[in-house]
């Protein structure tokens, strides 16, 4: 069975940076698709990034130039970089996981860009 574990929400100011982590428990993560999403209060949850098995990334417009997602096969985690921060980026961020039809979610952790 996959479990996610997110790590590395908090609070910061505008124009500060955060990275999440995500931990992957389970094998073959390698294989999987991986992603960042969120949702804010009131909102519907939206993807932020993507990681394909194969490397490949997309981003919401929204945070282009300024959000960076990666991985790392050898310690099963995916990464979310996230720079020039926004009060609009204030979230919960949450970690998916998909492989076939199974997805797969973390429990999220709170991002909150204030003053």
Known sequence: QVQLVESGGGLVQPGGSLRLSCAF???????????????A?????ELVA?????GTTNYADSV?????ISRDNAEN?????????????????????????????GQGTQVTVST
């Not at 428990?25 to 949702?39: A, N, P, T």
């Not at 209060?41 to 949850?45: I, N, T």
């Not at 009060?87 to 998916?96: G, H, I, K, R, S």
């Open 41 to 45: 209060a009131g909102k519907e949850r």
């Open 77 to 105: 985690t995916v990464y979310l970089q996230m720079n020039s921060l926004k009060p609009e980026d204030t979230a919960v961020y949450f970690c998916n996981a998909r492989i076939y039809k199974a997805v797969y979610w």
């Open 25 to 39: 428990s389970g094998s073959l993560f390698r294989f999987y698709d991986m992603g960042w999403y969120r949702q």
């Open 50 to 54: 993507a990681i394909a098995s194969g």
């Open 64 to 68: 282009k130039g300024r959000f960076t």
